[in-house]
């Protein structure tokens, strides 16, 4: 039984189901204790389609991660996805009026209320309201204006939203499946939580979260959240490509993609020694006679792994390309100075890091969690990064909110612990331990 404070994050995706368990020391450290994965049924691109096939999904996923913590949950953080989501950023300004000049919470609650107060389409709702800087008087980019002496502030907030009925249909998967919305986060934050590093937010850095039905971005600049969006693609395009060219079943193109597949025609070419072929076009007809060969077999020749790195290369180059046309339909795209960091499952096809650079022209890595310790070997690949986001996410809320007890329940509780300790004073001090902590 975990003795420190325990947080849970649940990732509902377009091909898994990802619950991680953490549990919250003293010291503020979070570490994994339990982990459970199951394959995503009733959920197309980011969007629940199927309720009752989504919450079974859930409960083998929580049930998973349960077994491996040896403790049960109540409450998760959720991830939620789609190409409904939509950010936008938004500006106010209001006068300080007092005396003294000095700003006040009372003063950043109101540019804040100003700034969110957007027409929205009666079909949508505010997911998150994220404040990014302030502005007193002349002065510019502040991070924390409160205590500041001012006659006008000025804020700038990202307002993320999403369709209705997709957090609704969210919420009653989960409830459905026994457990409480501790919150929701959309994908894209608790990905880039999970990867990015404070100099890359505050340098400017570009996040990509390619999942299965869908592909997350995330920019952030001067440690601020600049742009959202998630596009209506992702890693489940490229296996299909592959089922369809190799004539086989999505399951068997899957394992062809994770065992052999290379992001690029060039890097498998350079992995068997072969000569450079300008050809673009995959050899169709040869994939096909000999993709059952290879399956079976499990050694591909060299000939099948270029062929098969064809197709990859032409799917990611649309997906990456996509990506980058919509972040620089952003305006962004000058302020990466870090660069941009892909991350989730279609982040693992080795090559990856090389074909993006190509395609953005900027420096490029692979994210991987960070921030967490415990089961390091099963949650430290990048499909795991919405996961982890969740959790950190979860574990900064949980320690704004110190642990406290009544005044009843406390003295309940100490003369329980009385009548524990004169029975078995070390059995029951460690017993009592165990329970308060759970």
């Known amino acids: 039984m975990p003795l420190g404070r325990i947080v849970a994050g649940l990732d509902v995706g377009t091909t898994k189901v990802t619950t991680i368990i953490a549990e919250v020391d003293e010291s503020e450290a979070v570490s994994v204790i339990g982990v459970g994965q199951t394959e995503s049924r009733g959920v197309e691109r980011g969007m629940i389609v199927n309720l009752d096939e989504t919450v079974d999904s859930i409960q083998k996923s929580v049930e998973r991660a349960q077994h491996m913590a040896g403790c049960r949950i109540s409450s998760v953080y959720v991830g939620i996805g789609g190409e409904h989501i939509r950010g936008i950023n938004s500006h106010a300004a209001v006068t300080v009026g007092k005396i003294t000049n000095e ?216 997906l990456l390309g996509a990506a980058w046309f919509e972040i620089r339909k952003s305006g962004h795209q000058e302020y990466l100075a870090s660069g941009v960091v892909v991350t989730g499952g279609g982040a693992m096809v080795k090559g990856v890091a090389e074909l993006a650079q190509r395609v953005f022209g900027v420096p490029v890595r692979i994210g991987y969690p960070l921030g967490v310790g415990g089961i390091r070997e099963s949650v430290a690949t990048p499909a795991n990064a919405t996961g982890v986001g969740l959790v950190l996410f979860g574990a900064s809320q949980l320690l704004k909110t110190p642990q406290t007890m009544s005044m009843t329940d406390a003295e309940r509780e100490l003369e329980r612990l009385n009548q524990e300790m004169q029975r078995k004073p070390l059995e029951g001090m460690r017993r009592w331990l165990k329970e308060f902590f759970a």
């Open 103 to 318: 700003i006040s919470e009372e003063d950043v609650k109101r540019v804040i209320d100003h700034a969110q107060n957007v027409s929205m389409p009666a079909d949508m709702t505010v997911i998150h309201v994220i404040p990014q800087e302030y502005r007193v008087d002349d002065q510019k980019h502040i991070i924390q204006p409160i205590g500041l002496a001012g006659s006008r502030l000025e804020g700038e907030v990202h307002i993320v939203r999403g369709a209705a009925t997709a957090e609704q249909n969210l919420r009653r998967a989960v409830q459905r499946a026994g457990l409480q919305v501790a919150g929701i986060v959309i994908q894209p934050l608790a990905s880039a939580l999970a990867v990015l590093s404070p100099d890359e937010q505050e340098w400017g850095v570009a996040m990509l979260d390619i999942g299965g039905g869908t592909t997350d971005i995330a920019v952030y600049h001067r440690r601020c959240i600049r742009h959202t969006a998630v596009l209506s693609i992702g890693s489940a395009y490229v296996t299909s490509d592959i089922a369809i060219g190799c004539s086989i079943l999505m399951s068997e193109a899957e394992q062809l993609k994770k065992q052999y597949g290379r992001a690029s025609r060039q890097l498998a070419e350079q992995e068997h020694n072969l000569p450079e072929d300008p050809r673009e076009q995959p050899d169709i007809r040869f994939l096909r006679e000999n993709t059952r060969a290879v399956l079976d077999a499990k050694i591909p020749e060299p000939k099948f792994s270029v062929e098969l790195a064809r197709i990859i290369e032409m799917r990611m180059v649309e």
